[in-house]
């Protein structure tokens, strides 16, 4: 079955760590996404890539960063440098940029 | 903003009757997206309506789209308790090129009462 991947499902983060959130995704999408989610509220977009080896801020991008040096994989770091980073981290993907988005169930952040 | 917001925030039915939730935005459009999530969960697509299109067919679902008030609504019919889940309208905005971001409301949590 195609689809996204995400992994972990929870996640717990130390003070001063980084943690790496991973989704793959085997449906032959050239874009992906990765949206924040705080509680009672909508998705706000952290990072998006149209292509291999290229990839753009979201509204939120500040203390997280990205990589995406195959098609497949989009996997998204919380670093340090983000103060308040428990949240529900969902990542999607399209065929291309305006068009429906598929998204993985998403990974749960909480801090220690 | 582009942000689409979601009307009611909260609404709880019956099952069998239907639910209608509204979404309205701020500038102009390339379309118009619904989503649903189930409590913990990814997002799903439900339908996309397109801003030359007034309305949109899918099972039980209907959608229209009227761009001088700038506005949608999604009106689920003959409604299941399986249909309780958020429902979140997300606008598709294009800045150029191949630039397309699409942007999500609040959404409106729908309880169907058994």
């Known amino acids: 079955d195609g689809g996204i991947t995400q992994s972990p499902k929870y996640l717990f983060r130390k003070e001063g760590q980084n943690v790496t959130l991973s989704c793959e995704q085997n449906?032959?999408?050239?874009?992906m996404y990765w949206y924040r989610q705080d509680p009672g509220q909508g998705l706000r977009l952290i990072y998006y890539?149209?292509?291999?080896?290229?990839?753009q801020k979201g509204d939120i991008a500040e203390g997280y960063s990205v990589s995406r040096e195959k098609k497949e994989s989009f996997p998204l770091t919380v670093t340090s440098a983000q103060k308040n980073p428990t949240a529900f981290y969902l990542c999607a993907s399209s065929m291309q940029g305006g068009q429906p988005q598929h998204f993985g169930d998403g990974t749960r952040l909480s801090i220690l | 903003s582009q942000q689409g917001e979601e009307d009611p925030q909260a609404l709880s039915i019956q099952e069998g009757e239907n639910a209608t939730m509204n979404c309205s935005y701020k500038t102009s459009i390339n379309n118009l997206q619904w989503y649903r999530q189930n409590s913990g969960r990814g997002l799903v697509h439900l339908i996309l309506i397109r801003s030359n299109e007034r309305e949109k067919h899918s099972g039980r679902l209907r959608v229209t789209l009227d761009t001088s008030k700038k506005s949608s609504s999604l009106l689920i019919t003959a409604s299941r308790a399986a249909d309780t889940a958020s429902y979140f309208c997300a606008t598709v905005h294009n800045s150029g090129g191949s630039n397309y971001k699409l942007t999500f409301g609040k959404g409106t949590l729908l309880t169907v009462n058994p």
């Open positions: 890539s149209q292509i291999v080896n290229d990839f």
């Open positions: 449906l032959n999408h050239d874009a």
